[in-house]
Every structure is written in C-alpha cells, then in structure tokens.
C-alpha cells in the first residue's frame, strides 16, 4: 500500500542519442548525449561514421 505522499512517476519514454562532432585541435570526435565519445580522428568523415555506428547499436 502507498504511504500518503508517495507519488509513482510514470515511466519516461526513451530519450533517443543526440549526436553531432566536436573539433579538438587537429582532431574530431563524435560525442553523444548520452555521454559516450568516440576515438579521436583525423578525418570528419570518419567520426561521422562513429557516431552512425553508435546510434545504431
């Protein structure tokens, strides 16, 4: 039985990946939203495959 003030949060959908490149010095990487970064690379293209990968996992 709940106690008085204990309010069940309805389950929240699920929050999809975000993802996008960020430049660090002469390297680009893939970052997510959920936190997860990919490897450094040399090449855009690259990183960009990155992240495809990871949303797809």
């Known amino acids: ?3 008085p003030g204990d ?3 309805p389950a929240q959908p699920p929050v ?3 993802t996008s490149t960020a430049e660090r ?3 680009c990487l893939a970052v ?3 936190g997860w970064t990919g ?3 040399r090449s855009r293209d690259l990183a960009r495959r990155d992240a ?3 949303t797809a996992a």
Do not use: I, K, N, V
């Open 32 to 34: 997510c939203s959920c």
């Open 16 to 18: 999809g990946h975000s």
């Open 52 to 54: 495809t990968r990871h």
């Open 1 to 3: 039985m709940p106690l």
């Open 39 to 41: 490897p450094a690379r």
């Open 7 to 9: 309010h069940a949060e």
């Open 25 to 27: 010095g002469s390297f």
